[in-house]
């Protein structure tokens, strides 16, 4: 018999059950409230309103007094009862109609007339799909705005590019955050897109086909394409599914997912750049003046936050093809399989997006660009980069293509051997210098290893990109980034 390593008398009982990170360290208040089973339930009670309001607007037999009841009851759920009741009867759904006829006992009567399961909970979903999408939206717009200031501020500061994670022809500090901000207006656009599409599953009854409403209203098809009609609109949504099996189609929560699984793959290759860079000391992450880097090495600063924010990511990218799989096995009108899944994927699909914005967004207000840490590795490179310089202002001061071609392969090839045998410093001007073969050109030397010269159009890209492309997005979120900007600290 397996038995757990415990105490007969538990001081700290509220640490001995399994508690998810994403609430007790990562994710904000409003998204887990967003997933909670307070706001789960009393949406449903609003949902039974809803229809009971609209079937009364119809015609049935229901009274002011029940639906007023009704009102009265949205935030006071009797969770034990609940629960009971579900240990007896197996189903959620029933167990809280249960539990609100017995706090509302004159509305029994008329409490989920008509609707199944799916009336409540498919709703519910989509309701929570909605506003967990308005809670990540503004996040992400914040991130956008603080990264293109940042943009901005480094558009003009030169920095090796990599390609194949070997150094290449220069690019800016700023340009390279605008790859990154362009990948976070593919991701916004993604998650508007998926928010604009969702729509409301409405009243369509065991198997999509409306037929117990169609019973209900004595076989009037216009009423009951009017009280599905209201009820989306009593809830919130102007458009509904016309067609439904018993579910709305998991192709939706697959979309949703898609788009947030982006954001995740989005987040992790930043991030992972930002590691990649501090490991370089060009760049680094806000670290906080307690903060310890290893219980072993005080003198490590190891960039925690961008680990947080790939930690997380990854989770998010995996969870895609969870929604993809759920989507393809729900046979025919529904199956139950999705469930149990789904009670698990949507919220920690929500929850772990919003921990890795709410933690991108402390790294973006804090980054840290170390230009001399820079300058040095340019150094490095920038003699044999510029080569192809030297040999072109040879050759407009009379000398031979071929033969300087020659000789500068011969001078870089000695250079390289002095950094990669010796470990010593790229001293290949030097060598070009004390070559009389060069002496045209070596008042032109310190122009051609101008960094600057070697950039391109990064500044005016950066600045085109942001004035055509973020400023605009950004106007939609003008009211609440002045809020969402403020410092953000972390829980842990």
């Not at 200031?149 to 590019?161: C, N, Q, T, V």
């Not at 599409?197 to 019973?215: E, H, I, M, N, Y």
């Not at 967004?361 to 490179?381: D, T």
Request: with cysteine; aromatic share 6%; hydrophobic share 40%.
């Amino acid at each position: 018999m397996f038995s757990i390593d415990a105490p007969v008398e538990i001081q700290n009982s509220e640490y001995c059950n399994y508690r998810s990170p994403l609430s007790t360290r990562y994710a904000s208040k409003e998204m887990q409230y967003n997933f909670s089973d307070q706001k789960k339930f009393s949406t449903w009670r609003k949902l039974w309103i809803y229809l009971a309001k609209a079937e009364k607007e119809l015609g049935l037999d229901i009274s002011d007094e029940q639906i007023a009841e009704l009102e009265s009851a949205v935030h006071d759920i009797d969770f034990a009862s609940a629960a009971e009741h579900e240990k007896k009867v197996r189903h959620d759904v029933m167990a809280h109609v249960h539990t609100l006829a017995e706090r509302c006992p004159r509305a029994a009567p008329i409490i989920h007339l008509g609707a199944t399961s799916c009336y409540v909970g498919d709703n519910t979903d989509l309701i929570v799909l909605r506003h967990g999408l308005d809670l990540l939206l503004p996040r992400l717009a914040a991130v956008i705005s603080r990264l293109a200031r940042f943009a901005d501020e480094y558009k003009s500061l030169p920095i090796l590019g990599f390609t194949h994670l070997q150094p290449a022809q220069l690019t800016t500090v700023g340009k390279r955050a605008s790859l990154w901000l362009n990948d976070l207006l593919m991701d916004e656009r993604a998650l508007s897109r998926a928010r604009d599409d969702l729509r409301f599953r409405g009243v369509k009854g065991t198997t999509g086909t409306q037929a117990s409403f169609l019973q209900l209203f004595n076989g009037n098809t216009e009423k009951v394409r009017a009280l599905d009609k209201r009820v989306a609109e009593l809830a919130g949504f102007d458009k509904r599914y016309i067609v439904t099996g018993q579910t709305y189609s998991r192709k939706v929560d697959l979309e949703v997912i898609a788009a947030l699984s982006g954001l995740g793959a989005t987040v992790h290759k930043m991030c992972s750049d930002i590691r990649i860079l501090a490991s370089r000391k060009e760049l680094e992450e806000p670290f906080e003046s307690s903060q310890i880097g290893s219980s072993a090495m005080p003198y490590k600063r190891n960039p925690m936050r961008s680990e947080r924010c790939c930690a997380l990511a990854r989770h998010l990218i995996t969870l895609h093809a969870n929604a993809a799989n759920t989507h393809a096995v729900q046979w025919l009108e529904r199956t139950l399989d999705d469930s149990a899944n789904r009670r698990i994927t949507l919220a920690e699909a929500f929850l772990t997006a919003d921990a890795t914005l709410i933690t991108l967004l402390n790294i973006c207000q804090g980054l840290v660009v170390y230009p001399k840490v820079i300058a040095r590795h340019i150094a490095q490179e920038l003699p044999f980069m510029a080569t192809e310089n030297i040999i072109m202002a040879m050759v407009q001061a009379g000398g031979d293509r071929q033969v300087c071609h020659e000789k500068i392969r011969v001078l870089s090839h000695e250079a390289g051997a002095q950094v990669k045998q010796h470990g010593k410093d790229n001293d290949l001007i030097d060598r070009v210098k004390k070559d009389p073969y060069f002496k045209p050109i070596i008042s032109q030397l310190d122009n051609i290893l101008d960094a600057s010269t070697f950039i391109g159009r990064a500044p005016e890209q950066v600045t085109e990109f942001i004035e055509e492309e973020i400023d605009p997005l950004l106007t939609k979120y003008k009211d609440v980034l002045v809020d969402l900007e403020k410092p953000v600290a972390l829980n842990i």
